[in-house]
């Protein structure tokens, strides 16, 4: 087990609040040469008909990629690529050298029609001529569309499960998308010893992959605790992770990342604040971390390691960083702002959610560098979400011009903005401690109120505020844009320290107003007021 902390900046300033990346990475050693579960010999045949182009064969083949690096050097792989035609982009192999077969996958591209049985019945062959004793053989079979040539009929694709499950060799179907034929794929899996899954869009192709394996994966460990001790001036101010933790103490926080897998890597991103000049360091600690989990290796055993982190403080630090801690932050970044964003557009706020990805795409682009394949890959992501926001609020725009139906007004209320009428008075609201998932609710709901009775322009006074994570982020966008929604504006005064930090990180100063007093921001929207009356 290699357990060990990592900084994104190798010296922080003595002399003013700064802002990092912490990297808790945890890696697992591979399964012994006794291995504690059968291999695994997997044939995956994967679709690449016409009707793939697009989101489809992306999601899919990162899912693959997922899985490829979820298995162990203990196992076997064979994928097999259909359209009119069959493609074995990987003969059966052991994985070994993972590299080569990502890159294999990387290279997949749309074709035209779906032999549907060309594909499955080849991988089938693959997974048949495994020489690995004791393995468990399974077969993928995924598609969005009909099969049209080679054999199309039903009885005759459900013999041949039939057939391979009496030699031990079960198939799993998955249905992509709408156009499948539903029966088929069922008929297929019960006769073939394996499952039927639904994906109705791309995102959950992830979760299937997984779940069809979860329960013969090599696991390692279970019960993993992470405890993060920070020292006096130093706090853990969010987690970037989609992971349960509890922050119940000030220097203390524990995260549940749930199970380790053999021959893996974990890693989970905190965002630390760190005091000035009044900080009581001691060496230039950070923190201390401990895990502990039961290692079923190991009879259950429960496990402790530890780590410990550490910087240079001076006056004038350096600027350099750790690539490998900012591209883990930036991918943890990326993924939470596509909850943030599922989150708001769930309340039918689609042009904030937009906001939000295009945001974290700005941050993408400027560090592109670090990993061009991966950042791209990732970008494009953020974009299909974005163009799919775009899509429904025009959808919505061109209902509600048509006088759409009852329920599509209801669908869209937030894109009709407020009801009543409006006034040119400000109201000026301080924020003060931390604005995160728990206080956002009760902050919109005031704001709801207030511009329910008229008001339009806002100035928001953050001295008193101490930090703001994603969820706050997300909230003051979407604030923003009730406000343009009703012709007025947003204004915020007095940030400084961690939460100026944040706003630079997250290229907020350049999204929003900002002024340096209440009576300077309420000066500027005087002149704007009267500035629109002409």
Aim: aromatic share 6%; with cysteine.
């Amino acid at each position: 087990m290699d357990f060990k902390l990592l900084s994104e900046y190798p010296e922080i300033s003595n002399t003013e609040k700064s802002l990092l990346h912490l990297l808790i990475q945890i890696q697992t050693p591979p399964i012994s040469d006794s291995p504690a579960r059968r291999p695994l010999v997997v044939g995956l045949a994967i679709d690449k008909s016409k009707s793939m182009y697009g989101e489809k064969l992306t999601s899919t083949l990162e899912a693959a990629a997922a899985l490829v690096n979820w298995l162990t050097r203990h196992d076997h792989l064979a994928i097999i690529a259909y359209d009119s035609t069959v493609d074995v982009v990987q003969p059966l192999t052991p994985l070994t050298d993972k590299f080569s077969v990502l890159k294999k996958l990387e290279n997949i591209r749309v074709g035209t029609s779906t032999n549907l049985s060309g594909g499955w019945l080849q991988a089938l062959r693959s997974v048949e001529g495994a020489d690995v004793e004791n393995a468990f053989r399974r077969v993928i079979l995924l598609t969005d569309g009909m099969a049209n040539t080679g054999v199309v009929s039903t009885s005759e694709l459900v013999k041949i499960a039939a057939d391979h499950y009496a030699r031990n060799i079960s198939t799993t179907t998955i249905g992509f998308g709408r156009d499948f034929s539903e029966t088929l794929l069922r008929e297929v899996s019960r006769a073939g010893g394996g499952n039927f899954y639904f994906i109705e869009g791309p995102e959950q192709a992830h979760e299937v992959f997984f779940k069809e394996f979860g329960d013969i994966a090599a696991l390692y460990g279970q019960g993993l605790e992470v405890k993060i001790h920070t020292e006096p001036g130093v706090r853990v101010q969010e987690v970037l992770n989609d992971i349960p933790y509890s922050h119940d103490e000030e220097n203390l926080v524990i995260l549940r990342p749930g199970d380790l897998r053999s021959d893996d890597i974990r890693n989970i991103i905190l965002v630390l604040e760190i005091d000035g000049p009044t900080a009581s360091h001691s060496e230039g600690a950070l923190a201390t971390a401990e895990l502990t989990y039961y290692n079923l290796m190991e009879g259950s055993r429960l496990e402790k390691h530890d780590s410990a982190i550490a910087v240079n403080y001076k006056p004038k630090p350096s600027t350099g960083f750790n690539r490998n801690v900012r591209l883990e932050a930036l991918i943890a970044a990326s993924g939470r702002s596509m909850i943030e964003a599922s989150r708001i557009s769930s309340e039918k706020d689609l042009s904030a959610a937009r906001d939000i990805l295009a945001r974290m795409i700005r941050r993408l682009e400027e560090n592109v560098a670090l990993d061009p394949d991966g950042i791209k890959k990732m970008m494009n992501r953020l974009r299909e979400m974005e163009r799919n926001l775009e899509d429904n609020l025009s959808l919505a725009r061109k209902h509600l011009a048509a006088g759409g139906s009852e329920m599509m007004s209801r669908a869209f209320s937030a894109e009709q903005y407020f009801s009543g009428s409006v006034h040119d008075r400000i109201l000026e609201l301080p924020l003060s401690g931390q604005l995160d998932l728990y206080r956002c609710p009760d902050l919109k709901s005031d704001l709801k109120r207030n511009i329910d009775s008229g008001y339009r322009y806002v100035v928001f006074d953050l001295t008193d505020l101490q930090y703001v994570d994603s969820s706050g982020i997300g909230t003051l966008i979407q604030i923003s844009n009730w406000m343009k929604k009703r012709g007025g504006m947003m204004v915020l005064v007095n940030t400084q320290g961690s939460v100026e930090k944040i706003f630079q990180i997250s290229k907020l100063d350049e999204y929003f107003m900002f002024k340096d007093s209440a009576s300077e921001a309420r000066i500027f929207l005087e002149e704007l007021i009267n500035a629109n009356k002409k």
